[in-house]
């Protein structure tokens, strides 16, 4: 009987562990590979999905305590950080553009001069969308954080994406469901693609741009764990996803359409050559928030 008591007097102190204990071990062991700020988003991001309390509210409590089972939870994600895995897989979400998306190890993990790219597309064509003809491509959809925030923003436009993995697509899928837009996927290699069906106002995309030379400068927590696929191409032909699509966007787009990309800031240069080659008339770099050339324009428009 005695044993009993003892026993679950040792379960209700294992089971009633003050969130503040835990938070001291949690910045102990993060501490040596993150920035403190850093692993503060961390430990309010968990409690905001495992306890459902924003900061203020644990500020009001400091002595909450948690149970067993949200005990493993944080401990599961605090072994998952110490791999320097990204905390929006940890969680499995990430908000874009205003909006929730789901994100596992099959799509890259939106960026925010991606956000940039989307603003950009939306402040050119808000005002000239006259009705449901407008067409809008995305090419590389991952997650779906681009076109489905374009059918979002742009309600009149009728928004296709593409990408070759199937998996991303499945994620896409649930995005565009649980984002209530309207987005037809479609299954495709644009490197295999010999001609884009139909006619669009705007073809958009970020593909993969990060040279094989460029993985040093590169943090763990995106070599180990983002999709390759999405990521690099060969350090011998770095704009093979550029040329391919400028091409075959030479025919798709609608007389006064528009190409955007996404690119890489080592390489605005070369991507400017490379359109005009191709018999782009107008090509324009923009900077992002940071001051680096990360998005292109170009039309046929002189």
Same mark, same amino acid.
């Given at each position: 009987?005695?044993?009993?008591?003892?026993? %679950?007097?040792?379960?209700?102190?294992? /089971? !009633?562990?003050?969130?503040?204990?835990?938070?001291? =071990?949690?910045?102990?062991?993060?501490?040596?590979?993150?920035?403190?700020?850093?692993?503060?988003?961390?430990?309010?991001?968990?409690?905001? /999905? +495992?306890?459902?309390?924003?900061?203020?509210?644990?500020?009001?409590?400091? %002595?909450?305590? *948690? !149970?067993?089972?949200?005990?493993?939870?944080?401990?599961?994600?605090?072994?998952?950080?110490?791999?320097?895995?990204? *905390?929006? +897989?940890?969680?499995? =979400?990430?908000?874009?553009?205003?909006?929730?998306?789901?994100?596992?190890?099959?799509?890259?993990?939106?960026?925010?001069?991606?956000?940039?790219?989307?603003?950009?597309?939306?402040? %050119?064509?808000?005002? !000239?969308?006259?009705?449901? /003809?407008?067409?809008?491509? %995305?090419?590389? /959809?991952?997650?779906?954080?681009? #076109? *489905?925030?374009? @059918?979002?923003?742009?309600?009149?436009?009728?928004?296709? &994406?593409?990408?070759? &993995?199937?998996?991303?697509?499945? $994620?896409?899928?649930?995005?565009?469901?649980?984002?209530?837009?309207?987005?037809?996927?479609?299954?495709?290699?644009?490197?295999?693609?010999?001609?884009?069906?139909?006619?669009? =106002? $705007?073809?958009? &995309?970020?593909?993969?741009?990060?040279?094989?030379?460029?993985?040093?400068?590169?943090?763990?927590?995106?070599?180990?764990?983002?999709?390759?696929?999405?990521?690099? $191409? @060969? =350090?011998?032909?770095?704009?093979?996803? +550029?040329?391919?699509?400028?091409?075959?966007?030479?025919?798709?787009?609608?007389?006064?359409?528009?190409?955007?990309?996404?690119?890489?800031?080592?390489? #605005?240069?070369?991507?400017?050559?490379?359109?005009?080659? *191709?018999?782009?008339?107008? $090509?324009?770099?923009?900077?992002?928030?940071?001051?680096?050339?990360?998005?292109?324009?170009?039309?046929?428009?002189?």
């Amino acid at each position: 009987m005695l044993k009993q008591v003892q026993h %679950d007097e040792n379960y209700k102190l294992k /089971t !009633n562990l003050k969130l503040k204990e835990f938070k001291t =071990d949690f910045f102990s062991k993060l501490l040596p590979l993150f920035p403190e700020t850093e692993v503060e988003s961390f430990f309010y991001l968990l409690t905001e /999905t +495992y306890l459902k309390k924003k900061r203020i509210q644990l500020a009001l409590e400091p %002595d909450l305590e *948690i !149970n067993e089972e949200q005990h493993q939870q944080y401990q599961k994600a605090l072994r998952r950080l110490l791999q320097q895995e990204p *905390i929006q +897989y940890i969680l499995g =979400d990430t908000e874009f553009f205003g909006y929730p998306f789901q994100v596992n190890q099959h799509t890259l993990i939106p960026r925010p001069e991606t956000e940039e790219l989307v603003a950009w597309i939306i402040e %050119d064509c808000k005002f !000239n969308i006259q009705n449901s /003809t407008f067409k809008i491509l %995305d090419i590389g /959809t991952g997650s779906g954080c681009i #076109p *489905i925030s374009l @059918a979002k923003e742009l309600p009149q436009a009728k928004v296709s &994406s593409m990408d070759v &993995s199937e998996e991303a697509l499945k $994620v896409a899928q649930i995005n565009s469901t649980l984002n209530q837009a309207e987005v037809k996927l479609i299954q495709q290699d644009i490197l295999q693609t010999e001609s884009l069906l139909g006619k669009y =106002d $705007v073809i958009v &995309s970020n593909p993969p741009y990060v040279r094989e030379l460029e993985k040093e400068q590169m943090h763990n927590n995106v070599l180990g764990f983002e999709p390759e696929l999405a990521l690099f $191409v @060969a =350090d011998e032909d770095p704009l093979i996803f +550029y040329r391919k699509i400028a091409q075959l966007a030479k025919e798709a787009l609608t007389e006064n359409g528009s190409l955007y990309f996404e690119i890489n800031e080592y390489l #605005p240069e070369e991507l400017v050559s490379l359109l005009e080659e *191709i018999g782009y008339q107008n $090509v324009e770099l923009k900077k992002d928030i940071f001051g680096k050339y990360r998005m292109c324009k170009a039309s046929f428009r002189a």
